[in-house]
């Protein structure tokens, strides 16, 4: 690949001929992410090295890492260079978790309790969302997450079941950490972007029962779908959340 734009190999088909070169080192790197020649946590190599491999120069390479630091598949450390974003990290803890107290700030230490685990056909609506075919099956957890021993948040969670194969409630109960990390570790599924739609619900007789809160108090509930690489869903979620003392958190542009 030259800095004109054009593959150096066109045999090889790695990138769009036409789109923007940097992008095309882009769509390179990413795929190497994606293929594990870079495990998260790793470093991947320097601008230097891949310009180098690719045939471009430092600054392309340069700002086709930009993006992918923008999008969280990479972190830049000053003076150690660039490693492959890994959900193990404490500052990727509530990247996906919007809560936020309301005097300000991440809501501390969280308590994760996982209710039920099971494998079960996938309802309509969730195999639509997941891409899967009808009645294919899924797994299925429900969790409660705590913050200062307070019940805050029941999550609802459909994943493909061919992806996680041998996900249980016994293997979740015995892992430490953040239950994307597990997936990312375990299962090889590093969850990339979300999508989210948020609406207030009345809580049910069960759910009251299991956050601590009187039948029809208010509540927030948060549907997502997630991503991995190529845009393939692997995750739906439905989150409750009771927002006494918390808010959802989100900033746009």
Same mark, same amino acid.
């Given at each position: ?111 994760? #309790?996982? %209710?039920?685990?099971? @494998? =079960?056909? &996938?309802? /309509?609506?969730?195999?639509?969302? !997941? ?33 996680? #194969?041998? %996900?249980?409630?016994? @293997? =979740?109960? &015995?892992? /430490?950490?953040?239950?994307?990390? !597990? ?33 029809? #108090?208010? %509540? ?34």
């Amino acid at each position: 690949m030259n800095d004109n734009g054009r593959d150096a190999d066109p045999t090889r088909g790695d990138a769009p001929t036409f789109s923007p070169l940097y992008r095309q080192i882009k769509g390179l790197i990413t795929r190497g992410l994606q293929a594990g020649d870079w495990k998260p946590g790793e470093a991947i190599p320097s601008e230097t090295e891949l310009a180098a491999r690719f045939g471009v120069s430092q600054g392309t390479v340069r700002k086709a890492i930009d993006e992918l630091a923008a999008e969280n598949l990479v972190v830049r450390r000053q003076g150690r260079g660039t490693f492959v974003a890994t959900h193990h990290e404490e500052r990727a803890q509530f990247r996906f978790l919007r809560l936020r107290r309301d005097g300000g700030g991440d809501p501390g230490p969280m308590d994760s #309790r996982i %209710l039920e685990c099971r @494998r =079960l056909r &996938a309802p /309509v609506e969730v195999a639509r969302l !997941l891409q899967l075919r009808a009645g294919e099956a899924v797994v299925f957890i429900r969790r409660l997450l705590s913050f200062e021993s307070r019940p805050t948040v029941l999550d609802d969670i459909w994943l493909p079941g061919a992806l996680f #194969r041998g %996900l249980t409630a016994e @293997r =979740l109960a &015995a892992s /430490v950490g953040p239950l994307y990390g !597990l997936f990312e570790s375990e299962f090889g599924v590093r969850m990339i972007r979300a999508s989210e739609s948020i609406r207030a619900v009345a809580a049910d007789p069960e759910v009251a029962v299991r956050l601590s809160v009187i039948p029809g #108090r208010p %509540l927030l509930q948060v549907e997502r779908v997630t991503f991995t690489y190529e845009d393939r869903p692997v995750e739906v979620r439905r989150g409750l959340y009771v927002t006494e003392q918390f808010h959802y958190f989100n900033e746009l542009g």
